[in-house]
């Protein structure tokens, strides 16, 4: 007779050890809590700094430089929320969970 799957919990909570603390995989201390989504920095329109290079740039070349670290910055802000997401879904997927 098989043994049941882990707890969706104890899945989640590896999971975020490994991406969260990768230092901590040597150590027996348990994974840390989940962090609260923190949100995206916002930057006024008026600090926005338009590159000194933006000369010789097209349009596409020009916005990406501008936008680059707001998109950056939400990445960092929601993609653990995302990647958890979506991890928690195919976990149940796999385990038959619904």
């Known amino acids: 007779m098989s043994e049941p799957p882990p707890a969706l919990d104890a899945i989640l909570a ?14 027996d201390a348990p994974p840390p809590a989940a962090p609260a989504p923190a ?4 930057v006024p329109l008026s600090d926005v700094v338009i590159p000194p290079t933006s000369a010789g740039m097209t349009l596409d070349e ?19 929320e995302i990647v958890e ?5 195919e ?8």
């Open 85 to 89: 997401k979506l991890a928690r879904e």
């Open 39 to 42: 949100a995206a920095p916002t």
């Open 62 to 80: 020009l916005m990406r430089s501008m936008l680059a670290p707001q998109i950056q910055a939400w990445l960092n802000a929601n993609m653990p």
């Open 91 to 98: 976990i149940r997927r796999l385990t038959g969970k619904l």
């Open 14 to 27: 590896s999971i975020r050890a490994r991406v969260m603390e990768p230092e901590s995989l040597e150590d």
